[in-house]
């Protein structure tokens, strides 16, 4: 048994660390396609291509279950894998749906109308093809009204956290944040729409100030594999070891994983 998470480098690492919290008996096969990182200034089709072949990577190491741990391959590619691509006995699930019932305070499985929410303006930071995707909008529209969301596109942060340049993504997170409260002054809560914002959610945080409710996706995904499994233990795959694999350098990709999480994290060439 082993589930995939995929990512477009390293972000998707903020997803593992909780889903391996919670489900720690599971072992997981993470690939992080870093050299074709930032998926975020890229093309839908190209997205698209992308993802489907690391997917498949993850399909050949034993994953009948894949989480696209990337909000960009979640906005741009899901849906049409999901329409025709997806073989039999295999899942794809992305990372926006959790999130969204977090926000609008529904459980798994509530199809019911649209609804009013007690969060009324929303401030969306997210990447450049996520923000052009409108997915965010689009899955929020099923669940709530009378919500605005104002977007973010956080050009250059996933580049600077890639390259392990942390002052440099501090420097932009605080100038998109500027950017956002100059279109939305008073935000209740600011969606950090991409899984490597965790890792300057402090940032974030302060530079959004106080009373505004900072929802991350980690936790949440952690929280919603969890239960899927429960329901559907079957797809739990035949894998039986944990693997870290990445297009790119492993030497190097290893030693910012092993900063940003702060264990030792080992990768293998995919
Ligand atoms: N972690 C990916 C996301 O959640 C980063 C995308 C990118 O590579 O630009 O959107």
Known sequence: MAVGIFDSGLGGLTVLDAVSKRLPDVPLVYYGDSVNSPYGVRTADNI???TTAATERLFDAGCDLVILACNTASAAALRRMQEGWIP???RV??????LIEALTERRWGDNSPPREVDIKHVALFATPATVASRAFQREL???????????QACGGVVDAIEDGDMILAEALVRSHVDALKRKMPNPDAAVLGCTHYPLMEETFAKALGEGVQVFS???????????????????LGSGTETLFLTSGDPAQVSDHATQFLRRKIEFQAA
Request: without cysteine; aromatic residues 10%; glycine residues 8%.
């Open 141 to 151: 529209a099923f669940r709530a009204v009378g919500v605005d969301v104002e977007s």
């Open 88 to 90: 039999e006995g295999k």
């Open 93 to 98: 699930l992305g990372v926006f749906v959790p």
């Open 217 to 235: 996706q980690a936790n949440l995904v952690a929280e919603s594999l969890a239960d899927y499994l429960e329901r559907r233990p079957e797809m």
């Open 48 to 50: 698209y291509d992308l």
